[in-house]
């Protein structure tokens, strides 16, 4: 029987991953280690899925069991295996635009990948977004929407965040079913990107980590 | 001699049929797919689109006169407001109703179907949907996730009389007051949608379609089991997912020969959603996703119909297994694809529309998207089999854009 949980996370295979998460929880095992483990494990999905070899089914169904993992690790942390982070994200769907299925991904894998993230959630005024940035001194803000009228709504976004001075000390990435390159000139955004790793990847140029 | 209304709707019925079956008509067709475009274009908001029927058929026939396209969607893709407000629709957020009255409508993702109700939507999915699904999605229909089932209604005649005493209820009252509300706003948008497309096929144009209907995989996982919730059906329960998706067939197939049959009209709309590329693996893809879709293909065909399958997002991974359609039977539209590459394995096969990208009808110029245009009636129009239009349904967009992809198109596309 397989003891290796960065395996059988990375291989989603959902009983396996929960049955030895579990035998470890119960052998006393550190559960800064296994937590450790099923990043790990997630950092090869993510890999997986930029190959091609996965994807967005697989990042959906990887963070469930990640989620029934850390529900059943939870009690057992205490405040001194909180993990550091490598630096703040806001993001958020547009004014207008009520879609989050891509951007709630983004989300998951800026977190998994050590990210401090704010997900100001959806149809988000611009006014909160520039109030989030203010508040929490956030270096990266990522911009999500799905439809045509998303794009407008980004640039206005983006504009304000100007109008207020703080341009130069954000970088910003948008992403969603619609956006091109074309709509990043147009918004005035710094990058866009395809899909979470993109988004990933991005942030980690932008605010270093490895 | 100028052409009667009459000659100019068989003249583009003819163009649009040979470039379908793969003739070579007398020049590419422009079938654009509007969806709010015309009311952003007539001056309307799209609630004013929603709500005041006069104004959303004022809006689509001032795009369609102004624009001639050679076929059209029509009002009727604006959706009713009023039925929607009669039944307190959940799975939509609308102008007016959740969105801004400038802005369309969206989808609220849900789970409206639980993993654990396969089996009665299998056995059963009249009754499911009555009892379980409708109360879900209509707040004023919640009531009816009260009723028994029709058979355990059912009384004869030595039997107690009391068993529809739970319709008797006030609340299922209430419900049901609200279905026969809603059911008269439908009639009344039917008989203005039908009105709309008498009055512009006495000036030369009629629709495309009249009827559309769901990939078998789409219609389980947009209505039922949301994102989510059917992808991890695939992991979780591949066999039950697979047998409701049988299910699911007939239903879907039945959705599209009825309608059609009735309006007279051969086409039928098929939107492809969660099979695109990075929605699911090819492997997924020709497990759990093209199967049933290709028997709902044939389906359609069967039944002398012709399927437009409208396919959203990537596709190029998918061209080969899609080929495997009767030649000249089927309309394939394409977003993002490799568009030489869909000539090249679809050419012999299947009639192709598409694919101009819609960030270049809202930010581009009229001579950007004409060049694209040309490169799409080069690459794609040769030979015949190609229908001009936008890679995803039109919302936001700049006039002059669209004109010029309609001008070019009638100009440049021309078969010598």
């Not at chain 2, 089932?149 to 030595?158: A, V």
Request: hydrophobic share 40%; net charge negative.
């Amino acid at each position: 029987m397989a003891h290796d949980l960065v395996k059988a996370l990375a291989d989603l295979e959902e009983e396996a991953a929960l049955r030895i998460a579990k035998e470890k929880i119960d052998g006393g095992e550190d559960p800064r280690r296994i937590l450790e483990d099923a990043r790990h494990a997630l950092e090869i999905v993510g890999k997986r899925f930029e190959s091609a070899e996965y994807f967005i089914p697989d990042l959906i169904f990887s963070a469930e069991i990640l989620k029934a993992i850390t529900e059943m690790v939870k009690p057992k942390l205490t405040k001194a295996t909180e993990v550091k982070r490598i630096g703040k994200v806001v993001i958020g769907t547009v004014a207008g635009d009520i879609h989050d299925i891509g951007k709630n991904i983004v989300t998951f894998m800026l977190d998994v990948n050590g990210f401090d993230v704010y997900d100001l959630g959806i149809d988000v005024p611009v006014q909160k977004v520039v109030e989030k940035i203010k508040e929490t001194e956030a270096r990266v803000l990522g911009l999500s929407g799905f439809l045509t009228l998303a794009f407008d709504s980004m640039k206005e976004t983006i504009e304000a965040i100007k109008a207020v001075g703080l341009r130069d000390k954000v970088k910003i990435m948008i992403g969603g079913g619609q956006i091109d390159e074309e709509i990043r000139k147009y918004t005035g955004a710094d990058a866009y990107g395809q899909d979470a790793m993109a988004a990933v990847s991005l942030a980690k140029e932008w605010l270093g980590g490895k | 001699m100028e052409k009667t209304p009459e000659e100019l709707c068989k003249e583009r019925e003819q163009r649009v049929r040979d470039a379908i079956q793969l003739k070579v008509p007398d020049r590419v067709p422009f079938i654009p797919m509007f969806e709010f475009f015309p009311a952003y274009y007539a001056g309307i908001t799209p609630e004013e689109a929603m709500y005041d029927y006069d104004k959303a058929c004022m809006a689509w026939k001032k795009t369609i006169l102004d624009l001639e396209p050679d076929m059209y969607i029509g009002p009727a893709i604006f959706r009713s407001g009023p039925v929607y407000d009669a039944l307190d629709l959940k799975q939509l957020k609308w102008p007016g109703h959740g969105v801004n009255p400038n802005l369309i409508y969206q989808f609220v993702e849900g789970e409206y179907m639980k993993a654990e109700e396969y089996d009665e939507f299998i056995e059963n999915p009249s009754d499911w949907m009555l009892r379980r699904y409708m109360p879900r999605i209509f707040g004023a229909l919640e009531p009816f996730s009260r009723l028994p089932s029709i058979p355990e209604q059912f009384f004869y005649y030595g039997a107690p009389s009391a068993k529809l005493a739970t319709m008797g209820t006030p609340e299922v009252q209430e419900a049901f007051q609200a279905l026969l509300k809603a059911a008269r706003e439908s009639l009344r948008w039917a008989t203005v949608l039908m009105s709309f497309v008498k009055e512009m096929r006495d000036l030369g144009f009629m629709p495309i379609f009249y009827v559309a209907t769901y990939a078998p995989y789409d219609f389980i996982g947009d209505n039922f089991r949301g994102t989510h919730g059917i992808m991890l059906d695939m992991y979780r329960r591949p066999d039950k997912l697979l047998e409701a998706l049988e299910r699911a067939t007939q239903l879907v197939i039945r959705m599209a020969t009825s309608g059609a049959a009735a309006a007279g009209i051969p086409v039928v709309f098929i939107p492809l959603h969660k099979g695109a590329e990075g929605l699911m693996s090819l492997e997924q893809f020709k497990t759990f996703y093209w199967p049933t879709l290709r028997k709902l293909i044939m389906g359609i065909i069967d039944a002398g119909l012709i399927p437009y399958v409208y396919t959203e997002g990537g596709y190029t991974s998918r061209l080969e297994v899609i080929s495997d359609v009767p030649k000249g039977k089927v309309l394939y539209h394409f977003e993002r694809v490799d568009m030489a590459k869909a000539k090249e394995i679809l050419g012999n096969v299947a009639c192709i529309s598409g694919n101009v990208p819609n960030t270049l009808l809202c930010t581009g110029t009229p001579q950007e998207v004409r060049d694209y245009c040309k490169r799409l009636i080069d690459v794609v129009g040769e030979g015949g089999g190609f229908i001009m239009d936008a890679s995803a349904t039109i919302d936001e967009a700049k006039f002059e854009n669209v004109k010029a992809m309609a001008d070019f198109t009638k100009e440049y596309g021309v078969y010598k």
